[in-house]
């Protein structure tokens, strides 16, 4: 095990890690279900689905299968002038639970570089229409990316601070609720020459600290939009594939977005692979004689074909009915876990939509770098459990194919905590 982590810290420069004062990265040799498992042999409840990406559950058989016969098949090919069956199959499977306004699907590699994409298309849009409107809107807290149109609709933070002279003029509004929809909807019409769009993450802020809002506040917002002529971005990447209990969290709402976009769970974890899609008008936008209006984005792996075949054999799975069973089964079981402790007098608030759980400890502060992250941290890898703590909001955000002898320990643990940290 130590040759493995001193080649590694010989050589690796870690995500979000301060590698000076790091513990050493744990090495993983395997996964299985929920479970990965560490060169010595420990079994670890992955309850965090690995960045929220693994939907299914690691290493799942019929995805592998997939992978491995588009593997001996077509491993890759240019697609500027070319196409392929998975692109194909993927593009229609997408399109037929998304959204019925969602028309075309545009492929990238990641969900930073989808959000990209459909900034570029709606600043884009506007051009194309001799109409120059650069100015976007999006919420305070938010989370898009780490490319710097990501970041720039991304709340400010210590993440973007030594970039922010660089990054592009962005209206920062609150969350909508009953008692400020009013006034966010005076800004939209004040500044509506100038918004070439509105982006949102929608029902639960992740990285923010899964902030949640409603639904029904949400749907108002983007009405107004629609009727002061200002493009609207989903961005799906993590409430995507089931996460807020439905398909997507645009399920929820009746007015639908004009764009959206998608990564984390579309390949059930297993690629790398980001998809934008938008409506009809916006692609009609960019097809002209003139070829200064042609989308000039593009990536070397646009939509690999063994990451389509990756989505598309988790599409299949995720439209099994025992899949939607499970997604029922674990936002239930949270709800009422939620219930037990949502009074506890550490906790100054549990929040939960569908299959993500989180509960916010009562600290001073509320930083991502509060100190009681890595308290917790440390406590549940301990207990055989990962929970990646955002600061001093602790989350649940498990595969669906989660027993629930797992999430009824998880659970405990989490009352352990509560009692003795």
């Known amino acids: 095990m130590n040759d493995l982590v001193n080649r590694d810290l010989d050589t690796i420069w870690h995500p979000y890690t301060q590698m000076k004062t790091a513990a050493k990265p744990i090495p993983i040799i395997k996964g299985e279900g929920v479970y990965l498992f560490t060169e010595d042999g420990k079994k670890l409840i992955d309850a965090v689905s690995s960045w929220w990406v693994n939907i299914h559950g690691h290493s799942h058989p019929y995805i592998a299968d997939k992978v491995f016969e588009q593997l001996k098949q077509l491993e890759h090919v240019i697609f500027a002038g070319f196409t392929h069956p998975q692109a194909v199959q993927l593009a229609e499977n997408l399109l037929s639970i998304i959204p019925k306004n969602q028309a075309k699907i545009f492929y990238s590699d990641n969900g930073s570089t989808a959000v990209e994409v459909a900034i570029k298309m709606c600043l884009q849009y506007w051009s194309n229409k001799g109409t120059q409107r650069q100015k976007i809107l999006a919420f305070k807290n938010a989370y898009h990316g780490d490319t710097f149109g990501a970041m720039a609709v991304s709340g400010r933070s210590a993440f973007t601070a030594p970039f922010d002279a660089l990054l592009f003029d962005v209206e920062f509004i609150d969350l909508p609720n009953k008692e400020n929809l009013s006034t966010l909807k005076s800004k939209i019409s004040q500044l509506k020459s100038e918004l ?226």
């Open 196 to 421: 070439a769009c509105f982006i949102f993450e929608p029902l639960v802020q992740g990285a923010g600290g899964m902030l949640m809002y409603a639904a029904a506040d949400l749907d108002e917002l983007i009405l107004h939009c629609k009727q002061e002529n200002v493009l609207t971005i989903a961005d799906e990447v993590m409430t995507g594939f089931g996460r807020t209990g439905k398909i997507f969290a645009s399920d929820y709402l009746e007015n639908k977005a004009d764009l959206m976009c998608f990564s984390k769970g579309l390949t059930g974890g297993t690629m790398p692979l980001g998809i934008t899609s938008c409506k009809q008008e916006i692609y009609d936008a960019f097809l002209s004689d003139d070829k200064l209006k042609t989308l000039f984005h593009g990536h070397s792996f646009t939509a690999n074909p063994v990451a389509c075949a990756a989505a598309n054999a988790s599409f299949d799975l995720l439209m099994q009915a025992e899949t939607q069973q499970n997604i029922q089964r674990v936002e239930t079981k949270h709800h009422q876990f939620k219930q037990q402790i949502e009074k506890h007098p550490k906790l100054k608030e549990v929040r939960q939509c569908g299959t993500i759980l989180a509960l916010e400890w009562n600290t001073e502060g509320t930083s991502y770098f509060n100190n009681i992250r890595d308290i917790l941290y440390q406590f549940f890898l301990e207990k055989g459990i990962i929970l990646r703590p955002l600061g001093n909001i602790l989350y649940i955000m498990p595969p669906y194919c989660i027993s629930n002898t797992d999430l009824d320990y998880i659970y405990e643990q989490i009352k352990i905590a509560l009692e003795d940290i």
